[in-house]
T-cell receptor, first 110, second 114 residues
Framework: SQQGEEDPQALSIQEGENATMNCSYK?????LQWYRQNSGRGLVHLIL?????REKHSGRLRVTLDTSKKSSSLLITASRAADTASYFC??????????FGKGTRLHILP | AAGVIQSPRHLIKEKRETATLKCYPI?????VYWYQQGPGQDPQFLIS???????DKGSIPDRFSAQQFSDYHSELNMSSLELGDSALYFC?????????????FGSGTRLTVV
């Protein structure tokens, strides 16, 4: 069953602008992860935020988690052409698997 | 640093044929997960193994089977292939059963059924 829902499904912004993607989920989680996927390529782990954390930074990435609203956001600052990709949130619980949402397709315009 | 190795990278099979996909986890990783990603779709969990035992099962068709071997590599066997099986198949590995650090994914096997 689907867990994460990304919003928006597609996003086009100018290079240099900030990009924000949101993810909502339904059940309780241990952690939430964000992955990037270039077209038809592998999934690259970006950042993991645990359920007891509210915000996490990694380079130009900032992730927030609101467990009361069951939502997370991924902010990419000062976007670059190389950031063009699909971004997925994935929720992890006590089970051995993570469940992916449908992803946001981000397109950075030159 | 060593990554998750999947083979083959590309595979073309005809309907009703059989395919075997292989996954070699990062050294000392004892847990393997398989995901299927259809065109334009999100990755769907198929099955996972921990210490050579099946640990969880997702939307894996009965025509598919998988196992993890003593060296921790895993194989996904797919029989009676259908056109709808065409997809990217990802393997990921981790240490232990608690997903604390995120998974490392392989580059995937692109299966095309014709």
């Amino acid at each position: 069953s689907q867990q994460g829902e990304e919003d928006p499904q597609a996003l086009s912004i100018q290079e240099g602008e900030n990009a924000t993607m949101n993810c909502s989920y339904k059940t309780s989680i241990n952690n939430l992860q964000w992955y990037r996927q270039n077209s038809g390529r592998g999934l690259v782990h970006l950042i993991l935020i645990r359920s007891n954390e509210r915000e996490k930074h990694s380079g130009r990435l900032r992730v927030t988690l609101d467990t009361s609203k069951k939502s997370s956001s991924l902010l990419i600052t000062a976007s670059r052409a190389a950031d063009t990709a699909s971004y997925f949130c994935a929720t992890g619980n006590r089970d051995d698997k993570i469940i992916f949402g449908k992803g946001t397709r981000l397109h950075i315009l030159p | 640093a060593a990554g998750v190795i999947q083979s083959p990278r590309h595979l073309i099979k005809e309907k009703r044929e059989t395919a075997t996909l292989k996954c070699y986890p990062i050294p000392r990783h004892d847990t393997v997960y398989w995901y299927q990603q259809g065109p334009g779709q999100d990755p769907q969990f198929l099955i996972s193994f921990y210490e050579k035992m099946q640990s969880d099962k997702g939307s894996i068709p009965d025509r598919f089977s998988a196992q993890q071997f003593s060296d921790y590599h895993s194989e996904l066997n797919m029989s009676s292939l259908e056109l709808g099986d065409s997809a990217l198949y990802f393997c990921a590995s981790s240490v232990g059963r608690q997903n604390y650090y995120g998974y490392t994914f392989g580059s995937g096997t692109r299966l095309t059924v014709v």
